[in-house]
Structures are given as structure tokens and as C-alpha cells.
């Protein structure tokens, strides 16, 4: 076989078979297909596209490129939640006790913040003690005792699909569906859950700018799932001002442990969170439909067993459970700075993405992966697209380590005052399935 | 500047500005700029495509990352020819002397073959003493000193482009027009030559196989040669056939003599060579219009002056100009081999790359860069399309080193029969200018 026959093959349009594409997965994971024509195919995949069975080949040869994760020995229907990324994103930390508190194991691994946008992971070392990199036996001992695990990615996990995507990130190969949907789905297949809800972002803040190309990735992923044989279902959501009120790792634990104990229910995080550990239930089998599974997690909330599992799974972990009802516990920051807005107007949108920066700039994120973070700083929002703001009005506050280091000019810039008010989108755009 | 940036706006199919373009071309040639990022930017060049002006700007960074030859001390329009490759084709050793006959300065680099395709500097090699490397001082003291010029590619000429083909040759991104035209028109460019006449094969036996991409090719080639104010036409020719009756280095000297002898005047090899050298007078300034250009070419094959200036030019490039009237000095071939039709029919098509790669196995071509010739082997083709077969009647003539060296059902195979007449297409497809 000729890596040169793939590329032609491709650029022409044409279908590689799943010999082709084990033949390029291996060689580009052992090196014996050099870089250059990996980037050529690549960019030819960019261009022409990829069928279900090709995505789904590339996904299988990217999960058996190393070690997996068997949970065949813990009963139930595993389930999975996976977000394309957002700005103030903390739903797993909300969703994964809800979900366990209804009896569903839940399996999660998840990333650690690059760029703009946090990593779950990063949100629970916030807590001091917390245990976040969990070896394969410790996850799985986490999910059979207490019926739930999560963790940053453990063992060696798709190394091809790691070679490929350092490929993909110096040769503008990234934004391609198919390259998208096998990257995240050989990582989510190598977990070992049966189940999976995808969250897929879409709008200025997102990777999926537009409802078109979300839906695209949504369908692609789900189409990929279901030709494996996976429960697979997708919500797309908007991402077109931060998710919750906090950014930042101590404050997205507190706003966390907020709404698992029944508080801001009606905002949109809660919403979401609420939506897609209703989603998991029915895909893990403790419902039979939507509005059962909604009520359950109501149930869950109201009577506080989802802010119990909570407090148990965290000591589980070696973390400090008191942490969660005494917020003085969790790292502080030096300096908290009210910004006020400096003029009237109806806000019209949020720069997440630019929010997501300021807040990295803070320390709360990573401008690369060996950065250290500040977990006790970051942006409290006090406003949402669609409301009402008077000059002098509070916009934000911001948990800094000196003052210096808060540009205001840019807080402001991040938020579109109009004259006229804007109707607020709903947060749920549509469901793949 | 960022490599990453010039493959991203590629990709989105936008126009790269002449300094990103230089920034690329300068670091594939240094290797500042890594292999796999020129590849993901040469396949997306295939996809997107490029305007006539980064085609140009690419064209003039090759040219000038190696040797110019500034032919500017030789008076007159120097004229040069391209073709693009074909099977069997001699027209550079008939025009060159036509046209230097007629006393418009002719300076040409030609290549050696590789593959299916032999070169024009192969067939001057079976000349014996004839030099065929000249230094650049040399070519410009034949082109000065008798009018023709025509040698191997001497000094470090395009050392980008050479860079980026071998690149292009493992990727899969070989064809594209604009990277065909930019590879091809940056060696001219650097030749020094005023005016350019291009053949550009069309068909089966022809890198481009339809009408539209001949077209495509040669309007790309014209354009760039415009906008850089080079006297430029293209003429696009069939390729459905060898080109003339001999494929081989000795024979093809042999048939060019002939024809620069006035023989086989109404050969489509005749035509389109007396056409180019008409093309290239008027290009130079020798004729007005092309009619008075075929008359003046008609005339030195007539009179004579055309052969003569070969002998004499023969010998001041170190030729044995007495093998040019007895052609047992030419190199000579082991066996002799005919080769007979196995049936009656009509000649509907005849496989000009099998019959190259026969010649090629033969000793006559190159399998690898490296390959020693054998100049004395080689096919004479005794009968062309839309001619009539009987069984038993001579189909080929075989000059080889062994008998057993001679698979004859493939020479068989190459010659497809059909019952009914086939009317045989001009070789004149179409003209761009």
C-alpha cells in the first residue's frame, strides 16, 4: 500500500477504504508515513470530506492506537457527556452528581483549559485535596464505589489521534467535520462508556460559529456513534455569552455547588445542566422519556441528594467536602475590582471568547500547556445579553492578583451595549439524534 | 508572518499577497518552512486554486531562488519553446534550426526524459561528440556565435521549485494548473529568453487528458506570461498517438533529419513543427503575420539552409555532423525485430504511453533518474490512427539490444482495432495567445 494512492485517492474525491485508513492511522502514529503526506491527506480530508464509514474507521484505528478503558465489569449503562467547549462551562461538575444520585453510573473523562476556554479538570483542583488525575483502576474504583468517575485523561489515550491533531494545529487542518468528530470520538469510545450526550456549542463563542456547521458536527458524531453501536444523542446550545455568572476555577466550583443546591434554577446553566443529565438518565435507562427523566432530576435537587453525592464523591477523591459549604476554604484571590458600566444601553452580546482571554490573563487559564494556574481568580458577570444597564450600574466584578493586572477597557469593549433591546435567543438551538 | 496564516486564508480559498508568497517560497527552499506545512499549503492550493497574479508572484520567487541567464548582450528577441511532454516527440531538434535558419536567435533548455517520456537532450546524445551540458558561458557562445542554443538545464537553476516538485511528488499534488504553470514558467523565466511558443498536450498520451484542462493549462501559462510582458502563445496538440514515426534516441535524430530534408512533409510531426517555428518567427519579429512565417519556413526546408544549419551547428557543439547524412554513425541496435498485426481492423487509437514505457524497457528511457541509456533502441510505428490494418501487415519495427527483451502482445495490445473507420482528429486542438 502507498500512502501516495491515499492522498490521490482523496483529493479526487473518492472513499478510502478501512485498510487505507488503518494503513495511514499506524503509519503516522509509528512514523512511518511522514508528516508531509499526512498533512497532504489531511488537507485533502478538509477539502473533500469523509463518509460515516470512513469517519468511523479513523475513529476505531485512533482508539486502537492505545490503551483503552474496559468498564464492561461495572453494571449498568455507562454514560458519557461530552462539550465542544465553552467559555464558564462547569455543567459536568453539576450533571455527573446529579446523574449518579438517579442511579446512573457516570464516566467522564475530561481536559484540562487551553487557550480561552477552562477544563473541568482544572475547576475541580479548586477544591483542596481533590484527586483529578485518577489512574485506570482508581477511575474505576471511583465509578463501582460511589457511581461516578471523573478524571483527566488517563494512561496513553489515542496517541495517533495526539500526532495527528499536533499535525492538524500548524497546518490549518483542524476545522474539518470529520477530522473533528473521529478526534473526539476515539477518545470517547477509548473511555468505555455505552452512552454519550454531546453538547454542541455554536456561536461566536464556539469553535461552530454558525447553526449550520454545529449541526453538521452534531449529525456527524451522532452518525458515527450510532454506526458503532453507541447511545448517542446531541443538544446544540448557544455560546454567545458566558455560561453562568463565573469564570474562573474556585468561582465555577462555588456557582456549581450553588445550583446543586437549588439556587439560580432558572438560569441557563442550570437549564442546560438540568436538560443534559435528563438526556443521560433516558440514554442510561432510569427513565423511559424526557419529562420522567426531568422530574427526576428535580427530585434530585429539591430533596438534596445531588448536593449530598456531591460532598461524599469529593471526599471519595480526597477532597475537602467542607469546602463545598464554606466557600472561604477554596483558593482566594488578592484583589476583587468592581467594574461599573460607563454609559446607559440594553446589551445586545457578550464576548465570551474575549472574556474567556481576560479571564486566562487573569491565571485562571493557560496561554500554554505548562502554564501554572491561579485558581482562586477570575470574572464574576453580573449582567446577560437582553438586560437593561445604566451607567455606574455593576458589569463585573473581577478576582485578581493585583490590581494592575486588570485592563478595564477591555471588560467594557466585551459588552455590546444597543439603544433598543435584544430578544435573548433561546439556549437550546436544536437536538441531533 | 506566519506559515500557519498563508495555509488558513489558502483553505478558505482567498488570494495569498506576493510577500506571503515569497515569505513561503524562500523557507521550503531554506527549510525554515517544515515540509508538512508546504504540503497541507500545496494541496490546498489545489482545491482553491490561484489568480494569474499569485501564480505569477510564485513563478518569480522559483525563478529567483537560484541561477538567471541574462541573454540581454545577444541582440535580437531570443525566442524558446515548451511542450509539455509527449511520446515520441522531436519538434525541438526540427524547429530549433528552422528557426535559427531564418535568423531569429532560438535558445532553448530542454530536459532529459524520465518514465513514458523521453527528452530532447537524450536524442542529441546519440549524436556522436555532441555536447549536451553546456556551462552558461557555452550556451550563450552557441546562441551568439550561431544563432541556437539548446543544452541541458546548466547551473542551480530554480532550486525552490525543484524543492517544492519533489514535495509535490510524494503528496499527490503533482496537478494543479497553477503549480504546473509556476514550475514551468519559473525555469523559462530564469532561461532569459524574450518570447515563448508553448505546445501543451491533449489526450491519453498527455499529463492533461481533456480539451478543458489543456485549455486551462496553456490560458494559465499565457497569463503569466503576459502579466510578467513576455511575448507568449500556446498551441494545444494532440496527443492520442506517438508523434511521428520514430521513439528511440537514434531513430528520432533519424526523423528529424528527414524532415529538416524535406521529407514526410505532410506528417503530423512535419506540421507541427514547421507550425511552432512559424509561431516562434513571428514571435521574434521575423514575420509579420503567420503566413508569411510558414512561407519563410518552407523555404530554408527547400533551399536546404535549415539541414545545413544543423550540420553546421551540430559541429560547433562538438557533433559528428557526418552522422547526420549516414546514420550507420549513429548508435545501432542488437536485434531487429518486426512486429505484425495478428488481424484485420481500422486503427481507432494507439496507447502512446504503453508504446513509451515499451521504448523505456527497451533501454531507450529512464525507469529512475539514475538509469543509463541505451541509444540505439527504440520503435519505428509503421502505421498511424484512422489507417487500415490486414492481418500479417508490418505494425512496428522493433530495435532492441536482446530478442528476448520484446513482449509482443503488449505491443499487440497498444494498437486498438476496431471494424469500422475511425476519421482521425486534427492535431491542431486549439490556440491561446
Chains 1, 2 share one sequence.
Not at 442550570?270 to 422530574?295: C, H, I, N
Request: glycine share 10%.
Amino acid at each position: 500500500m502507498r500512502m501516495y494512492d491515499l492522498i490521490y485517492t482523496k483529493k479526487l474525491g473518492q472513499a478510502l477504504s478501512a485498510e487505507q485508513i488503518a494503513f495511514w492511522v499506524k503509519g503516522a502514529a509509528d512514523g512511518s508515513v511522514p508528516d508531509e503526506q499526512s498533512s497532504a491527506l489531511l488537507m485533502a480530508i478538509c477539502w473533500q470530506g469523509m463518509s460515516t464509514e470512513e469517519t468511523l474507521a479513523l475513529t476505531l484505528n485512533m482508539r486502537d492506537s492505545g490503551d483503552r478503558v474496559d468498564l464492561s465489569a461495572i453494571p449498568g449503562i455507562k454514560v458519557d457527556k461530552h462539550s465542544t467547549g465553552g467559555v464558564g462551562d462547569k455543567t459536568t461538575l453539576i450533571l455527573g452528581p446529579i446523574v449518579a444520585a438517579c442511579g446512573v453510573p457516570c464516566a467522564m473523562f475530561s481536559g484540562r483549559g487551553l487557550g480561552h476556554t477552562g477544563g473541568t479538570v482544572d475547576k475541580y483542583a479548586a477544591i483542596p485535596g481533590m484527586k483529578v488525575e485518577l489512574s485506570i483502576d482508581e477511575f474505576k474504583e471511583s465509578l463501582r464505589s460511589t457511581g461516578f468517575a471523573n478524571s483527566a485523561q488517563t494512561g496513553d489515550i489515542c496517541p495517533a489521534d495526539r500526532k495527528l491533531y499536533a499535525l492538524r494545529d500548524v497546518t490549518a487542518t483542524v476545522e474539518s467535520i470529520p477530522l473533528i468528530t473521529a478526534s473526539i470520538m476515539s477518545k470517547k469510545l477509548a473511555g468505555g462508556s455505552d452512552a454519550l450526550v454531546l453538547d454542541v456549542k455554536c456561536g461566536g463563542g464556539a469553535f461552530m460559529k454558525t447553526l449550520e456547521d454545529s449541526t453538521a458536527l452534531a449529525q456527524s458524531m451522532v452518525n458515527v456513534g450510532k454506526a458503532h453501536g453507541m447511545k448517542i444523542k446531541a443538544l446544540i446550545t448557544r455560546m454567545e455569552e458566558p455560561l453562568g455568572w463565573a469564570i474562573g476555577n474556585s468561582l465555577e466550583v462555588i456557582e456549581s455547588v450553588e445550583i446543586l443546591k437549588g439556587l439560580h434554577g432558572e438560569s441557563d446553566l442550570a437549564q442546560m445542566s438540568f436538560r443534559l443529565a435528563a438526556e443521560m438518565l433516558v440514554l442510561g435507562g432510569a427513565a423511559t422519556d424526557l419529562p420522567a427523566a426531568q422530574t427526576k432530576v428535580a427530585e434530585v435537587i429539591a430533596n438534596g441528594k445531588a448536593m449530598e453525592f456531591f460532598r461524599t464523591w469529593t471526599t471519595f477523591n480526597g477532597g475537602d467536602a467542607k469546602a463545598l459549604d464554606d466557600f472561604s476554604r477554596l483558593p482566594q484571590p488578592g484583589q476583587v475590582i468592581e467594574i461599573k458600566a460607563d454609559r446607559d444601553g440594553w446589551i445586545h452580546a457578550m464576548d465570551s471568547r474575549a472574556l474567556g482571554i481576560l479571564a486566562m490573563e487573569l491565571g485562571a487559564g493557560r496561554q500554554s500547556k505548562d502554564d501554572l494556574l491561579d485558581l482562586g481568580v477570575g470574572i464574576r458577570v453580573h449582567k446577560n445579553v437582553g438586560q437593561a444597564v445604566r451607567a455606574g450600574e455593576l458589569l463585573y466584578t473581577v478576582y485578581a492578583k493585583t490590581r494592575t493586572s486588570v485592563p478595564i477597557h477591555r471588560y467594557l469593549e466585551a459588552v455590546h451595549l444597543e439603544g433598543l433591546l435584544t430578544p435573548k435567543n433561546p439556549w437550546l438551538l436544536g437536538t441531533i439524534e
